[in-house]
């Protein structure tokens, strides 16, 4: 029985376009970004989507209200974005400023490298890992739409594709990534996986 998981990161933010860490902090839609789902909503209108999840924060929340307009969306604070710890709200500038020697090790190698306060990438790859698979156990043979964050797609991503290249994965905004699954006989899991640019 085939599950299909439609993943949608949320449109542009202004911190995004500032280039600012925006993890765990709750920021909206910009007016860009809002351009941006509705869009992609256009191209979303002809899918049959049986249930949609969301992550709690308003940037992804507003991103499923537009795409699905009225319909019930089960919101669940496990899809959130990577916590960026010290990083978190500053600028890619800022923080090479303040932390350069840390910054360029994380950026090199995320995996080994802790930011203070942060959530670690391991930590985050097992709560993204958790909760994909219950959605999936609890939708089996359906088409499921989730509306998320970039980090979050890719650490889901990088796991099926059991590499660790977290930066290669992440999609733009308001873009959407297909993932299809099907348990075999014998029990095993198997993923397929759709790559769509933005718009």
């Known amino acids: 029985m085939l599950t299909k998981l439609i993943l949608i990161r949320h449109g542009e933010t202004s911190w995004n376009s500032q280039r600012r860490y925006c993890g765990s902090t709750d920021v909206a839609l910009s007016e860009n970004g809002k ?14 989507i049986d249930k949609i999840y969301s992550s709690d924060r308003k ?6 209200k537009i795409i699905f307009k009225n319909s019930q969306i089960e919101k669940l604070p496990d899809l959130q974005e990577i916590h960026f710890g010290c990083f978190e709200g500053l600028t890619h500038n800022q923080i090479l400023e303040k932390h350069p020697d840390l910054y360029k090790k994380w950026l090199k190698d995320p995996y ?24 999936i156990s609890l939708n089996s043979g359906k088409t499921i739409a989730v509306a998320c964050h970039g980090g979050s797609i890719s650490i889901f991503i990088t796991g099926i594709l059991k590499n660790r290249n977290f930066w290669k994965y992440i999609p733009g905004p308001a873009s959407i990534t297909i993932v299809e699954h099907k348990k075999g006989k014998n029990g095993k899991n198997y993923f397929h996986l759709r790559w769509r640019k933005k718009r």
């Open 112 to 135: 080994r490298t802790a930011i203070p306060c942060g959530e670690k990438l391991p930590d985050f790859k097992k709560r993204i890992t958790r909760i994909f698979k219950k959605i």
């Open 59 to 64: 940037r992804a929340i507003q991103t499923a």
């Open 35 to 48: 351009r941006q789902v509705r869009r992609l909503a256009i191209r979303l209108k002809s899918e049959k």
